[in-house]
């Protein structure tokens, strides 16, 4: 296996997550969109890893109840982990798990 710390210096860069959570509507998206641009316009290597796009595939199964948010949101963590151990930059942007009532 190849080490992160190895993939990170071909990449000449620290791989790291940057997560972005709130509510919906609260500007997640137009933040990390930002952040996406600038930090490629200076060569990073990033990925944007959005809880939307997520839930077309590997969320697919799941629902908009607080157990089913709080499973997206460890689900993306798991993701975001494995992105980071390739050396990549992660914007991560995710809803918060919240409780009725």
């Known amino acids: 296996m190849i080490a992160r710390a190895i993939r990170a210096s071909m990449k000449r860069q620290r791989p790291i997550v ?3 959570l709130g509510m919906s509507g609260a500007g997640k998206s137009t933040l990390a969109c930002l952040l996406d641009k600038e930090l490629h316009a200076r ?3 990033t ?3 959005d809880g939307g796009n ?3 595939g590997l969320n697919r ?3 908009f109840s607080d157990a089913s948010r709080h499973a997206s949101i460890r689900r993306g963590a798991e993701v975001a982990r494995l992105m980071v151990d390739a ?3 992660v914007i991560a942007l ?3 798990a919240v409780s009725g009532g």
Request: no cysteine; glycine share 10%; net charge negative.
């Open 61 to 63: 199964d799941l629902d």
């Open 87 to 89: 050396g990549l930059i």
């Open 18 to 20: 940057v997560w972005f």
């Open 94 to 96: 995710l809803i918060f």
């Open 54 to 56: 997520l839930r077309l």
């Open 43 to 45: 060569g990073f290597h």
């Open 47 to 49: 990925i944007l890893l």
